[in-house]
């Protein structure tokens, strides 16, 4: 069922009741998005559907709480939301709270504005679609930048790009970012890989400065590598590192 | 022993309460914020979205005994409404770092989650048992009836109790239906034999004069 613009304003107040229906509810977060006044009213009646919780508040009993305290030991803490389209302010920000390296910032900044650009020259449909990958990417990445177990190691590769890896052990997630990195040449590309006891897996591609985020299972490897392959990749290395970052056990 | 006061007025007669009485000269238990001040658990919530167990325990005492209120009050099964109290309370751990200040205090936010939750729970129920229009009027009637009794009896905030007795019976049942039951707008006009326009209208001007009531602000 659709609504017009004017039922919003109805809406809101079912919303914030919990009285809508599951795709009713949808639309109007969607339509939230969109309305600040609309915002500000139904984060106004949230506040008194709250009160109206805490006026039936009772202790629940005593057994519950150890057994939540038990339980979260195992639950991951998602990472912040980040705006769809973040502002480099907002990012940078959230980055540094994070203790999360400069240059790696930067580069996450640099990587998201870049997109900006690019999707200012194409059709909605494509920008909407550019925006969502780029959405799951940054979702991705601050994913593995806020893991409690997150380390980070920096380097500068023989072709004098400043490198950094990020890893957390526990979700098995490794991000990798380059800059200064020197155009990989007609033909070429940069490929990462994990070496497990020596053996080197692929486990991705970097063509310029930016982030991304390593396939494979970083959680077991000792180190990731950097090489100058031929372009589409190769199932080994076939020529030195031009770096070798080993992971933090 | 009853000796006057230095200040010339007797002393009204000390009486005793009978035994097991609350005193009445000592303040009911009533708080209207059962929770420490906002700037308190604004600043456990960050904490806890960086992982800090001790904080989050402070914010569960805080905030458990409004989530299992409201939960109990929607699912009415008590060891459902447990199960559930919990997996909000998990809930709030997982996504501290989704809290945003600035988009509502963290008691609103756990509210909304648990409301949220509660409301899963008995419509997934619903869903699952029985899809009867009748069976499902009849379950209505029930819960209005039931609501209407509790409303009157459980509210423990006497100002949620004065506001709730300055709105109309109809926005009072619009409201209390949806909230406490945990009914759509849609159920709700059912249940009361209401134009669904007039309902939403209701559930509006209803939370309106709460909110003004309550001089809630956000």
New interface residues.
Partial sequence: MKHHASDAHTLAAAYALGALEDGERKEFDAHLRTCEACRHEAAEFEATAARLAAAVAQPPPAAVKPQVMAAIDGVRQLPPRIPTVPSAAALGGMLRRRAVPLALAASVVAAALGGVTVWQAQNGQDLRQEARQAQRQLDAVSTVLAAPDARTVHGRAANGAVTTVVASRRQNQAVFTAGLLPTPGAGKTYQLWLDHKGTMRPAGFIDHDGTVLLTGAPADADAVGLTLEPAGGSPQPTTAPLILMTLPA | MDATPPDGHPRPPLRLPPTGARPVNQPLPFNPH??PIPGDLTDAMKKV?H?D?QA??AL?DAL???????V??VVRDRSQS?EV??EV??DL??????YRPD???V??W???I???RA?DRVRSAQAAADREQAQAAREHTTAFDEVSEQVET????E???RCMRGLTELQRQA?TL???S?????E?AQTLRTPL?TI??R??D???R??DC?G???
């Fill in positions: 059962p929770t979205a992982g167990k989050f325990s569960y458990a005994p409004m989530v299992f209120g409201i109990i009050k447990e109290a919990q309370m998990i751990w997982r996504q501290a770092a989704r988009a509502g205090s008691t609103t756990a509210a909304t648990a409301h949220r409301v459980r509210l423990d905030s100002q949620v109790r409201v949806a909230y406490y945990g009914l759509t707008y849609r709700v326009p939403k209208t559930m509006r209803g939370l309106i709460l909110r309550m809630v602000t956000t």
